[in-house]
């Protein structure tokens, strides 16, 4: 998804969340406007510019926009960021573009020791089995 200059957006991470099941299958994302503006006024501009030919289920507010892009990217390698700093994104956004620049894995690299750890212990501090 691409905007121009004269869309209200500077900012958007995009990413799916698969669910248990295809069906439970949906997409999130978190969106930073150019302009301050109220929660009001932000769903009336995304429904007049954006959202006409997407179904939109709902709409909140972002209290934390480094969360929000942690979340938003939490289930898919392949999410998008623009805008934001890719550090805001999940464990398995990081493998994905780590992936991407490299063919294998090099240990000795500072940022891939960084994604194993933190993979491992989202794992080993995680109440629910994978």
């Known amino acids: 998804m691409a905007f121009d200059e004269n869309v209200f957006i500077e900012a ?13 299958s949906h997409t999130h994302a978190v969106f930073r406007t150019k302009d301050k503006m109220t929660f009001e006024e932000f769903k009336v501009k995304f429904s007049e510019k954006i959202s006409k030919s997407i179904h939109i289920d709902d709409i909140e507010r972002a209290r934390n926009l480094k969360m929000a892009v942690r979340y938003v990217t939490k289930e898919d390698a ?29 240990w000795s690299d500072p940022q891939a ?6 993979a491992h212990a989202g794992i080993v501090n995680s109440s629910k089995c994978i």
């Open 78 to 106: 392949n999410s998008i960021i623009i805008g934001f700093d890719k550090s805001f994104g999940a464990v398995l956004y990081k493998a994905g573009q780590y992936s991407k620049n490299h063919s294998k894995v090099q």
């Open 113 to 118: 020791a960084t994604i194993a750890s933190k």
């Open 12 to 24: 958007y991470a995009i990413g799916n969340e698969f669910g248990l099941s295809e069906q439970n």
